[in-house]
């Protein structure tokens, strides 16, 4: 392996500590290298606190080592004031020689000025390098900044045979059908506590009461989102206990208390959901159900990337799964079922 593709790595290996914690910043990783020697590291620990590139120069004991070596970073060094100065200004300030950058910034306010800067101070830059996997690192950053939205997770469990449960009505005595064991349920909740959003559909919430938190996993609750057209969902819901952020999309005609958002039932309400929720900053997406909600995700061909539960468990009947196109991307076997992921190769 060259001595370049491991420092790189290294970087995405630094970066993916921030994940759930730095958005909605991309994860980034920084490692300096003097004389074929790593001398310093970091990444961007939490949002709104020092970047990568700045905490890796912090960990240089000996700073005037800055001045031959090269700073090796999975995504362009910002160039413009925010809640940090730029980062492009202290890598000159620093007189570090040679820069070498996974890929530009999408961000606006950066987008290959980042590059200018350090270009136009002398410094050797070396760009997309690695670049396929350093973006892959950012998806969610990369889809927000570039499509305008949220990067979207379809996730749900489903029989052998096809089934998302067995047909129940709300009020009735029949409990959902549980296909998840103790792995997959603790990979949903650590899915939970690294993405920005989880969303459900009305029938969801009346059938099954959830709660929509993280409770296996260690980190920050997602913002819990509904949809309830003509406000059936009752207060003494769990996602209306004020536990954790919350906000239901409901018809415009509809009253709205603080957490109620009001949109047009009458038109597409998918592009005007995700509107909201990019005008609040939120990343990334998880679509939990139910199947009419996951449908009409499929149909508008909104999604980025699908997580598809298939348990050894036959229902024979019921509430049918959706069908989806899509690449396969990793196949992941655990007790009693598998784990299919595709992403989707027609997103708009």
Request: charged fraction near 20%; glycine fraction near 6%; proline fraction near 6%.
């Amino acid at each position: 392996m060259k001595p370049e593709i491991k420092y790189m790595q290294r970087c995405l290996q630094l970066a993916a500590f921030g994940k759930g914690r730095v958005a909605p910043n991309p994860m980034v990783g920084a490692v300096i290298v003097c004389r074929d020697k790593v001398v310093g590291e970091g990444f961007h620990r939490i949002y709104g606190g020092a970047h990568a590139e700045v905490n890796a120069i912090e960990s240089v004991a000996d700073k005037s080592l800055l001045r031959d070596s090269t700073l090796y970073v999975n995504l362009e060094p910002c160039s413009h004031y925010g809640k940090t100065p730029p980062c492009s200004e202290r890598i000159i300030r620093e007189r570090i020689p040679q820069v070498v950058i996974g890929h530009s910034d999408p961000f606006p306010d950066v987008s290959g000025s980042g590059i200018r800067m350090l270009r136009d101070a002398g410094i050797e830059v070396i760009c997309n390098f690695m670049r396929q996997e350093c973006e892959a690192i950012n998806k969610r950053f990369i889809t927000f900044q570039t499509k305008k939205r949220p990067y979207i997770f379809l996730k749900w469990a489903q029989s052998g045979d096809g089934f998302l449960d067995h047909v129940r009505t709300p009020g009735d005595s029949k409990q959902a059908v549980t296909f998840s064991n103790f792995y997959t349920q603790t990979a949903i909740h650590k899915m939970r506590a690294e993405e920005s959003a989880i969303m459900v559909g009305t029938r969801t919430v009346l059938l099954d009461n959830p709660f929509l938190n993280v409770r296996l996993w260690k980190g920050n609750n997602p913002l819990r989102i509904a949809i309830d057209k003509n406000r059936t969902i009752p207060p003494s819901s769990h996602l209306l206990d004020g536990s954790s952020s919350t906000i239901v999309f409901t018809d415009k005609d509809q009253p709205c208390p603080n957490n109620y958002i009001p949109i047009d039932f009458d038109r597409d309400i998918l592009p005007q959901i995700l509107e909201v929720l990019y005008q609040r900053n939120i990343q990334s997406l998880i679509v939990e159900g139910g199947a009419h909600l996951l449908g009409s995700f499929i149909r508008s061909h909104l999604w980025d990337e699908a997580q598809i539960e298939i348990s050894n468990i036959n229902l024979k009947c019921g509430i049918e799964a959706p069908s989806l196109q899509g690449n396969l991307v990793n196949v992941q076997k655990c007790e009693n079922s598998v784990i299919y992921v595709y992403q989707n190769g027609d997103i708009p």
